[in-house]
């Protein structure tokens, strides 16, 4: 590949040119979000159907109840003992938030374009990893409330600082549970492997997921049909995304050599 500014030869899986300091053109070509999209409905819409099943199941099972213990828990700290019904709510969370990630553990079988209730079941081999992933979110959640609102010297500032703090982990972590998949990570290393290697990929991650969370919100307006379609497609380009970002060698100065 040439460097469009100084016309060097240079790797094809570097984001910037090692002479001149020009982007190359990996992120704008491969690794963006607009390309995520385009390139995963090309390969999803056709196999859609294999997903059904599986997309009735988990709305009605697994998100239906997920969503119910998110909108309950802040309104539940609004009553008293607010500290005891925060760490009431984060662990209903802590528990019910893992069976939403287990098809991340089974990246492979999605992106091969069918997944049924039988291999959602299958994935709870992955329960144990995807508990601790979770757990390791909701330490972070809880010292950003400790520090942003938890001290004596609360300035309403803080509340706007948690909330992008917030916004900016997910960014980081979106590629964690599919790391453990792809690579057999654990959690912790998992983290780490995607603070470190996304370091360039991040804010294409956060518009991914932000287009997600919307795409699906608006799914869930006519009577939660459009989830049918949006819930396993939302797995499926998440999942791609991260085998993209792993075809182009994102993480692998991070990835644990065979010798570890």
Known sequence: MKCISCKSSISNYVFFCPKCGAQSPLLAEKLSA????????????????GFYG??????????????LAGFWGPMLELT??????????????????????????????VLQGRFSIGDYLRSFRWYPRMFVFVLINLVFFFILKYVCSGLPANDPILH??????????LAIVMPAPLLMSFHGLS?????YVAWRGGKHTRWQQFFLLVICVFWNAVAAIPLGLGLLISIPFTIYVLSDYVRAQNEQHVFNDWLPSADD
């Open 34 to 49: 607009k390309h995520a999209l385009h390139e995963a409905w090309a390969g999803f819409r056709g196999v859609r159907s």
């Open 54 to 67: 599986f997309a009735v199941f988990y709305v009605l099972l697994v998100l239906s109840p997920l969503l």
């Open 80 to 109: 008293g003992r607010p500290f005891t019904n925060y760490l009431l709510h984060n662990a209903v969370m802590l528990a019910l938030a893992p069976l939403a990630l287990l098809p991340f553990g089974e990246a492979r079988r």
């Open 160 to 169: 706007l600082v948690r909330f992008v703090m917030v916004l900016y982990w």
């Open 187 to 191: 959690p912790v290393r998992a983290v």
